[in-house]
């Protein structure tokens, strides 16, 4: 092959690469790929955003919304600075559980909603109810004090303890002292809420506290 055909094979090939080089639909080779939108950090919102419920579990209302962040500034003092959402499916129920964190942790607020699961092994709350609190209240004196020695310290002292009914709340309510203040239960079409609130005060402050969470919670049912 003479000069001049290779020096014509060579410029043809120069051309042609440099039209490569500027083609937009070209992969680049070397260019840093974009971070992901999952793994890139973003600011706290301003209002409390709830935290998805697991993918297996479907509840029939959003927990976190029950109780607002106004609700809280007016009862507790303190809008909260996030939600911390949790669901689980538990002897035929779904028991969804909402926990307002406060900036001042002991005032924060739990929120439990009981619920039927779906499938045949559904369980109807109302007859849960009667089990937990109809006959818990029926039971004398000498039977509580049995059963609270069985239990340990805590929660479980609200076993032990009569609940004391609550009238003007959904169907019907009950609250449940314990040491450290206590737990109301409402009653309310197919599903059950248990509200118990942290902070100062004594057991009926924390059960006029309560209440007033309730019956916020009870209009946006």
């Known amino acids: 092959m ?5 020096l014509i094979a060579f410029i043809f090939f120069f051309i042609m690469t440099a039209c490569r080089s500027n083609d937009p639909s070209a992969p680049a080779t070397n260019a840093k790929a974009p971070a992901s939108p999952m793994t890139m950090a973003s600011p706290v919102p301003p209002a409390p955003a709830s935290t998805a419920p697991s993918p297996t579990v479907k509840t029939t209302a959003d927990v976190c919304s029950l109780i607002s962040g106004a609700d809280l500034q007016n009862i507790q003092g303190e809008q909260p600075k996030e939600t911390q959402r949790s669901d689980r499916e538990d002897a035929g129920f779904i028991v969804s559980q909402c926990y307002y964190s406060l900036p001042t942790t002991t005032n924060s607020v739990v929120l439990n909603l009981t619920t039927p699961a779906g499938g045949a092994g559904a369980r109807d709350p109302r007859e849960y109810w009667e089990e937990t609190f109809a006959r818990k209240a029926e039971k004398s004196e000498p039977e509580r004090k049995r059963e609270g020695k069985a239990k ?9 303890v009569r609940p004391q009914k609550i009238a003007g709340l959904g169907e019907d309510a009950y609250w449940i002292a314990n040491r450290v ?8 079409k197919d599903l059950i809420f248990r509200i118990s609130v942290g ?13 007033a969470l309730a019956q916020r919670a009870l209009q946006r049912i």
Do not use: F, M, Q
């Open 181 to 188: 203040g206590g737990a109301l239960y409402v009653l309310n």
């Open 2 to 6: 003479s000069r001049t055909a290779y």
């Open 152 to 160: 340990e310290e805590g929660e479980g002292e609200e076993s032990a």
């Open 199 to 211: 902070g100062p005060g004594d057991a009926n402050a924390k059960l006029k506290k309560s209440k």
